[in-house]
């Protein structure tokens, strides 16, 4: 993944259509960076009345690609053959994808399992059987990592005794783990195959309304 790529995926105000226009328009990383706010609505065709700092979004986007070297992080751009064919479906595609794993297992037919936080020991055990039955029936389960009925989807596919068809989608950059305890379950689902997956380039932080967004792509 280029360099220019990690920035302009960082760049929460514009849509894919303009990120394309503009890197068809400017092919480094440094001409990105002295651009104005001015230029950037130039370029893309549209008035933009966003904050920009492009020598603070060169700096992330630097950063983010020296996590992505240290930590085995690779990055696919939307039309890349990498970009995952169910994520191109959908109206709001995130620019570039960030992941940690088998991507392989994203070719495979997929069922996304969610729920509360709060479980109860039948809870636990449904959405441990559910996950264990869909990996032994060929599926990768997708959840969330979140503590409670997305743990119990990841180990159930994990106990499944088949190769591990789990993908976790974070809500923050893949270089780090939320919540902090389930460290161990995502080194487990790297381990045994699985995929640690996420729209933010690495280094970004959780925040409440990530969670929220990345429930789309689950």
Request: with cysteine.
């Amino acid at each position: 993944m280029e360099l220019i790529d990690i920035a302009l995926s960082y760049i929460w105000f514009l849509t894919n259509r303009e990120k394309n226009l503009l890197k068809k328009n400017i092919d480094s990383l440094d001409k990105l960076a002295l651009l104005s706010i001015e230029d950037i609505s130039s370029i893309v065709g549209r008035k933009s009345r966003a904050v920009w700092n492009g020598m603070e979004t060169k700096a992330l986007a630097l950063r983010a690609s020296s996590i992505m070297e240290s930590k085995n992080i690779k990055g696919a751009v939307w039309g890349s053959v990498e970009y995952p064919a169910m994520l191109a479906t959908i109206d709001d595609r995130p620019y570039a994808f960030f992941y940690r794993g088998n991507l392989e297992v994203l070719r495979k037919k997929c069922v996304s399992v969610v729920g509360t936080r709060r479980v109860c020991q039948d809870t636990a055990v449904a959405a441990l059987s559910f996950s264990r039955d869909a990996a032994i029936d060929g599926q990768t389960v997708v959840s969330g990592l979140a503590s409670g009925i997305d743990s119990f989807a990841h180990r159930g596919t994990i106990q499944s005794g088949t190769d591990c068809s789990t993908v976790a989608v974070l809500p923050c950059g893949i270089d780090s783990v939320v919540p902090y305890g389930n460290r161990s379950l995502a080194s487990s689902i790297l381990r045994n195959g699985g995929l640690l997956c996420s729209e933010y380039i690495p280094g970004t932080p959780a925040e409440p309304w990530r969670f929220i967004q990345r429930n789309r792509l689950i």
